[in-house]
């Protein structure tokens, strides 16, 4: 079965890259050497590597709903490994955005059974709904970026594999498409 949408963009890619280039992909199956691990939002509108203009190879790329750094993931934790230890990553970037559906389901108690396991985790990096009244939703994905940069600074892994790796939070602004980078504790206080 062929996706016809997918199979004709597939086509009109090959052709634009080998037109700029003809020995490109067999550039690319000597393999990769990216420069960033990237944890992201799943959210179709938010693509670490279209948004910031990155070529294949550049970025190696982990995606889940509100992107959560959990110690008890294993496809996180072998990707985190893989990108440390294997790949030698220079720079961590956790990328959230403005209108996360993520977050405000955590946020507003989204009770479905599928999904409330996961949020439940969101939940925990959120503050508590009486301190936080008053945050956006903008303020939420926010602080919820800066505690998963916090979450993966103490990540087992990092810890052993990621000396000297700088580890950088930002907020895609879906509205603008803008990227802000943001400051965490740690960083304020210098
Ligand atoms: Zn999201």
């Not at 599928?114 to 439940?120: D, V």
């Not at 916090?150 to 602004?173: A, S, W």
Request: hydrophobic fraction near 35%; include cysteine.
């Amino acid at each position: 079965m062929r996706e016809e949408v997918l199979d004709k963009s597939n086509k009109n890619f090959m052709r634009r890259i080998k037109e700029k280039n003809p020995t490109y992909f067999d550039e690319l199956r000597k393999g990769q050497h990216p420069d960033y691990f990237v944890l992201s939002c799943s959210d179709s509108r938010v693509s670490p590597t279209a948004i910031t203009d990155m070529p294949l190879g550049r970025m190696f790329v982990h995606r889940n709903i509100a992107n959560q750094v959990r110690r008890d993931d294993d496809s996180f934790t072998a990707g985190l490994y893989y990108g440390l230890k294997h790949l030698e990553v220079k720079k961590i970037i956790i990328e959230g955005h403005t209108f996360c559906g993520g977050v405000i389901a955590a946020w507003h108690g989204n009770e479905e059974e599928h999904l409330k396991p996961w949020l439940n985790h969101i939940r925990d990096s959120l503050p508590e709904k009486e301190e936080g009244n008053c945050l956006s939703e903008e303020e939420l994905a926010r602080i919820n970026v800066i505690r998963q940069v916090e979450n993966l600074k103490t990540h087992p892994v990092f810890k052993q594999y990621g000396e000297g790796v700088d580890v950088i939070g930002c907020l895609f602004h879906v509205e603008s498409g803008e990227i802000e980078w943001l400051e965490t504790d740690d960083e304020r206080r210098l």
